[in-house]
């Protein structure tokens, strides 16, 4: 049910998709940002962490304090325990960590080298997964959501018309790149700029933690290469799925899509440009006679449809509320 204002509290909002939090909720009609946390500046008010905010000067507190839903920004290992603690209080999650994406143990402790302790359980069973344009109806009545990775959103989307209106289960291959924001803010030497300018390499092949999650929500087998590139934010994968008969596959996406806000098919290759700062996803599909294969390009912003907009559209129809509000569409261009 709708109501007039949300209290909003974002844990972890100094970093990248903590300040994009901060930044999108601050413009949103229906918020009001009354809570802020941080391990590290608690006690401080926020106008003296960031400078360059315009918002109300609260003051920062360790725990989330007097709010409808909280927004953990925070690293898997912080979720872990934040989120049992929130759910103890009565209040809407948003999780936007890898903690609980994942349904099996095994796979999560292969993946994140961390255990599920017997007060996760529940919590397993209960967390719903956040895409909307999968899981629309259960994210409307769930109290707890975990926000999808970057990378499995953008190859989701990609392939989700040709798992859920076709007979294809077949290995997919992915090659996807992002920009370096998806590797958190914290400083690391191959990041830095001198490094990191006009440079770019792959990394985690065979066994990047969002190769499971893909598998885990398309069904399919997925062989999956990302790789970093010197731009700040922005994503794009390039997913091939061989051995497939053609049809119209336009005509099937369109009308898969044709209800959703924040997916578009498009005539030509995307641009990450035409993503950043939103929370759209374009996608490209080319059918390869001769190989009988499909190449689908899908672009999101990592911080966007990857991240942050993303979490804020869970927000929007876990409240009632209409769902693109306050949520942008068109990019910041240069």
């Known amino acids: 049910m709708e109501q007039e204002i949300i209290k909003v509290g974002i844990a972890g909002f100094t970093g990248y ?3 994009e939090l901060l930044r999108i909720l601050s413009k949103h009609p229906k918020v009001k940002i009354t809570s802020l946390s941080s391990s590290t500046h608690y006690g401080k008010y926020l106008h003296d962490v960031l400078d360059f905010t315009n918002i109300e000067n609260i003051i920062i507190t360790k725990e989330l304090e007097n709010v409808d839903v909280v927004f953990l920004a925070l690293p898997h290992e912080a979720s872990l325990d934040q989120v049992p603690f929130y759910a103890s209080k009565n209040v809407k999650i948003i999780d936007l960590s890898g903690a609980f994406r994942l349904k099996d143990k095994d796979i999560f ?3 994140y080298n961390l255990e599920y302790r017997p007060e996760h359980e529940p919590i397993v069973q209960e967390v719903v997964y956040g895409l909307p344009e999968l899981f629309r109806e259960d994210i409307r009545k769930a109290n707890i959501v ?3 990775g970057c990378y499995p959103t953008a ?3 990609g392939v989700l018309p040709i798992v859920k209106k076709t007979s294809y289960r077949k290995p997919i291959i992915v090659n996807a790149v992002s920009g370096v ?3 958190g803010a914290k400083l690391k030497q191959e990041f830095h700029f001198p490094y990191m300018e006009q440079n770019a390499f792959y990394y985690g092949i065979g066994k990047h933690r969002h190769t499971p999650e893909m598998s885990l929500y398309l069904g399919l087998e997925v062989q999956f290469s990302p790789m970093v590139i010197p731009a700040s934010r922005g994503m794009i994968a390039n997913i091939k799925l061989f051995d497939i008969e053609n049809i119209d596959f336009k005509a099937l996406y369109k009308d898969f899509y044709k209800d959703e806000p924040f997916v578009k098919l ?4 995307p641009h990450t440009k035409w993503v950043i700062g939103t929370n759209m996803c374009y996608i490209y599909l080319y059918y ?3 190989l009988k294969m499909l190449e689908i390009i899908s672009a999101i912003d ?11 559209q869970n927000m929007n129809i876990m409240f009632g509320l209409e769902e693109t509000l306050g949520i942008e569409k068109f990019p910041v261009i240069p």
């Open 155 to 157: 190859v989701i989307l």
């Open 17 to 19: 998709t903590g300040l």
């Open 109 to 111: 402790r292969e993946y």
């Open 146 to 148: 975990s926000n999808p």
């Open 181 to 183: 924001s998806g590797a």
């Open 266 to 269: 498009t005539d030509n290759p």
């Open 288 to 290: 390869h006679k001769s």
């Open 302 to 312: 990592n911080l966007g449809k990857g991240a942050s907009s993303q979490a804020v």
